[in-house]
C-alpha cells in the first residue's frame, strides 16, 4: 500500500479507536514518545496518552462518530506532516447533532515498516455550547 494511503489508513483507525473508547489501541497508533495534544490536556507517552483519553471520558456518553476529512500529506521520507479536518456527530434526546469540528495537525513517522503520530494537536473550532 503507498505511504499516503497507510497515512490516512493511521487517521481512520484513530477515529474508530476513540469511538469505540479502546484507548490502549488509540496510543498503540502513537510512537512510544508521542504526544497528544487536546484542547483538555496533554498525553506524552503511550501511557500518558491512555491516561489522558479516560481522563477526558470520565462519564458515560452517547454513541458518537469522529470523522477526518481534507486530508493533506506533505510527505519527507519516512516522515510526513498531515493537516486535515476532523467533525463529531453523536445523538441527542432529540436527533444526532454535531458535537464538535476542528483541525488536526499531525507529524507522523514510519517505524518498522509502519506510520505512527509522532504528534497530533486537535483544534477545536466548533463545539457546542459555543456561539
Not at 500518558?48 to 458518537?64: L, Q
Not at 499531525?106 to 506510520?115: A, E, L, N
Request: aromatic share 10%.
Amino acid at each position: 500500500m503507498p505511504d499516503k494511503d497507510e497515512i490516512r489508513e493511521l487517521l481512520a483507525r484513530y477515529c474508530f479507536t476513540l469511538d469505540e473508547g479502546r484507548p490502549e489501541d488509540m496510543a498503540a497508533l502513537f510512537t512510544s514518545d508521542g504526544v497528544w495534544e487536546t484542547a483538555f490536556g496533554i498525553g506524552r507517552g503511550r501511557e500518558g496518552i491512555v491516561a489522558e483519553m479516560k481522563s477526558i471520558a470520565t462519564e458515560p456518553r452517547p454513541k458518537r462518530l469522529h470523522l477526518a476529512t481534507n486530508i493533506v500529506i506533505d510527505l519527507d521520507g519516512e516522515q510526513a506532516s498531515v493537516r486535515s479536518n476532523w467533525v463529531v456527530f453523536k445523538n441527542s434526546s432529540t436527533s444526532p447533532v454535531i458535537g464538535a469540528a476542528g483541525s488536526y495537525y499531525d507529524h507522523v513517522v514510519k517505524v518498522g515498516g509502519r506510520w505512527f503520530f509522532a504528534y497530533r494537536r486537535i483544534d477545536r473550532f466548533i463545539a457546542e455550547g459555543k456561539d
